[in-house]
């Protein structure tokens, strides 16, 4: 959520000023998904992803959604090649 879209009176209540704004944009999926719950209870959680659906954002967690290439996504799949052991289950 940028900072001329959301209203000055509830910065300080929006999870993504008050932790670490990186956890948003992480690459681990675990820390995706704990951005994800931070977003659970954000006041303007569902303007916060029609902003970021409506921008087409690249990446990022936005309104408790995990975007990617301008599209919401379920869960990011950490990179590089599944394992083995993995891909038989």
């Known amino acids: 959520m940028s900072v001329q879209t959301c209203p000055q009176r509830l910065l300080p209540a929006v999870p993504c000023h008050e932790a670490d704004p990186d956890l948003w944009f992480a690459e681990s999926p675990s ?3 704990r951005a994800k719950a931070l977003c659970a209870d954000c006041p303007i959680r569902s303007l916060c992803l029609d902003e970021a659906l ?5 990446w990022g967690v936005w309104g408790g959604e995990i975007i990617e290439r301008g599209t919401i996504v379920a869960r990011k799949r950490p990179r ?4 083995k052991d993995a891909q038989a289950a």
């Open 54 to 58: 409506e921008r087409q954002e690249p």
């Open 31 to 33: 820390e995706l998904e």
């Open 80 to 83: 590089g090649r599944p394992r």
